[in-house]
């Protein structure tokens, strides 16, 4: 069965420092992976997206990871701010349908305090 | 940042009115999608669409029903609002032709009272 798990579900930290969130999957074929930010009340918002061939990838300070041998993914934050506070989402698009098939996890919900 | 809108934004509906929820878009991307999301779990594919008069169910059954006639407009309806349709509503937006990325909308947050 095709699915994304995210790890931890909830994390709060102090603005200024780095966290991890944690994406381990199972769909198959594999296409690519995205990170997405979803603010309370909008809509998620693409942060990264990795194929099966990209080990790392940044946009700011967002660094996402992937290992595809054993399907975890990683998003690291550096620098927290308090405009950080979000829904992280990992979402995994399965390469085997027309559709394009996106398969999401529950998100992270991070919360960043002054 | 895709222009893709939704309304209303926040709706409080009595129990057996009839909704349409708004979704437009003005980049003239063939690929639509509703998505229920609840809070605290993942998104659910309701509907999507390939392209003016093609509509199809996602993989969340919904009693609700959507409508392709225009490239722009994807409204979804529901007939007879239930608390149980009580949810976040959110449209995207994806260029068949390219990159598998899709675009979200605002949302709607539906309360059914």
């Known amino acids: 069965k095709n699915q994304v798990e995210q790890s931890p579900q909830s994390l709060i930290i102090l603005e200024g420092k780095n966290c991890t969130l944690q994406?381990?999957?199972?769909?198959?074929?594999?296409?690519?992976l995205r990170w997405y930010k979803q603010d309370t009340g909008r809509g998620p918002v693409s942060l990264t997206i990795?194929?099966?061939?990209?080990n790392t990838k940044s946009n700011g300070r967002y660094t996402a990871t992937l290992d595809a041998d054993t399907k975890q993914s990683s998003l690291h934050i550096t620098a927290s701010q308090l405009s950080d506070s979000a829904s992280y989402i990992c979402v995994v698009t399965d390469r085997g349908s027309t559709l394009g098939r996106l398969y999401f996890g529950r998100g992270t919900q991070l919360t960043v305090w002054p | 940042e895709a222009d893709i809108y939704q309304t209303p934004r926040y709706l409080v509906i009595g129990t057996g009115k009839k909704i349409t929820l708004e979704c437009s878009q003005t980049m003239g991307h063939d690929k639509m999608y509703w998505y229920q999301q609840d809070p605290g779990m993942e998104l659910h594919l309701i509907h999507y669409s390939y392209g003016v008069n093609s509509t199809e169910k996602g993989d969340l059954s919904s009693e609700s029903t959507v409508s392709r006639i225009r490239t722009e407009h994807f409204p979804l309806t529901l007939e007879s609002a239930r608390p149980s349709h009580t949810s976040q509503y959110l449209c995207?937006?994806?260029?068949?032709?390219?990159?598998?990325?899709?675009?979200f909308g605002p949302g709607t947050r539906l309360t059914v009272l």
């Open positions: 994406c381990n999957y199972t769909v198959s074929p594999f296409s690519n």
């Open positions: 995207a937006i994806s260029n068949a032709w390219g990159s598998d990325e899709q675009f």
């Open positions: 990795m194929t099966f061939s990209e």
